[in-house]
């Protein structure tokens, strides 16, 4: 009987809800999940993406991306393969369900980093995530944020900044996100994504309590 009960106490639950990371380009959700990664290396895996474009010198099929056909993508959406997608440059990419349960497998909790496209794609599903919305402190801010980074061009800002508007509304509507952090100070801003994990996503230890009498319960513990 004691054995069981110690068993019990040292159970933990995890639910492998997997997690949604999304915000305007710039946000700085990069920045927050390498850090998130830094500190739980063990807890948190990335899905393999699909894409239909070429594989770039040194990207490896089933690591950086599972490489495929416009037809091969196209038919498995159709038939519900997918929870979201979407094409760029005319070139399609998505997020699979097998991918995603893949993760779940190692016995990890699934990281998405998409856009309001595809948050809007997988509520229609039955994936269920925790949604968390980053936004950045202001407009100007994420532009200057962008400049630093020197990855865009004038055209490709331009039109990073007019998603963001967009995205910025969509976020900030009530219901859409479980939490929104607004990455102002990045420390701050971290603390409330851990905060929100620690309070959410982390497992949760049942401790047995013993009646007497040899009844016993357990109860949930953070
Ligand atoms: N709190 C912060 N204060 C100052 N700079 C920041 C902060 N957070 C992120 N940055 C910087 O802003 C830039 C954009 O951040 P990051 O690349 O993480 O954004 P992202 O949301 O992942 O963008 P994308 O969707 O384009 O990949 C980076 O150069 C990063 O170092």
């Known amino acids: 009987m ?36 830094r500190e739980y290396p063990d807890t948190f895996g990335f899905s393999v993406s699909h894409t239909t474009r070429k594989p770039r010198p040194g990207e490896v099929d089933g690591v950086h991306y599972h490489f495929t056909t416009k037809d091969q993508m196209l038919e498995a959406i159709r038939a519900g393969r997918f929870l979201e997608h979407a094409t760029f440059s005319g070139n399609t990419y998505g997020t699979s369900k097998a991918a995603v349960e893949d993760v779940k497998k190692a016995g990890k909790i699934c990281v998405l980093d998409i856009d309001t496209q595809g948050v809007k794609q ?28 020197k990855t865009e061009t004038e055209d490709s800002l331009a039109q990073r900044l007019n998603v ?59």
Not at 123 to 149: C, G, H, M, Y
Request: proline share 5%; net charge positive; glycine share 6%.
């Open 2 to 37: 004691t054995s069981v009960l110690r068993h019990l106490s040292q159970m933990a639950l995890k639910s492998l809800r997997p997690i949604v990371l999304c915000g305007p380009s710039g946000s700085g959700k990069s920045t927050l999940l390498q850090r998130m990664m």
């Open 122 to 149: 997988v509520k229609q599903t039955d994936l269920n995530p925790w949604l968390i919305f980053i936004e950045p402190p202001s407009l100007e801010v994420l532009e200057a944020r962008l400049r630093a980074r």
């Open 164 to 222: 963001a508007r967009e995205e910025m509304e969509y976020g900030k509507t009530s219901g859409n996100f479980h939490v929104i952090i607004t990455n102002d100070d990045l420390d701050e801003a971290y603390d409330k994504l851990k905060k929100f994990l620690e309070e959410n996503v982390f497992e949760k230890k049942y401790r047995t309590v013993l009646y007497p009498g040899g009844r016993f319960y357990s109860k949930t513990v953070r």
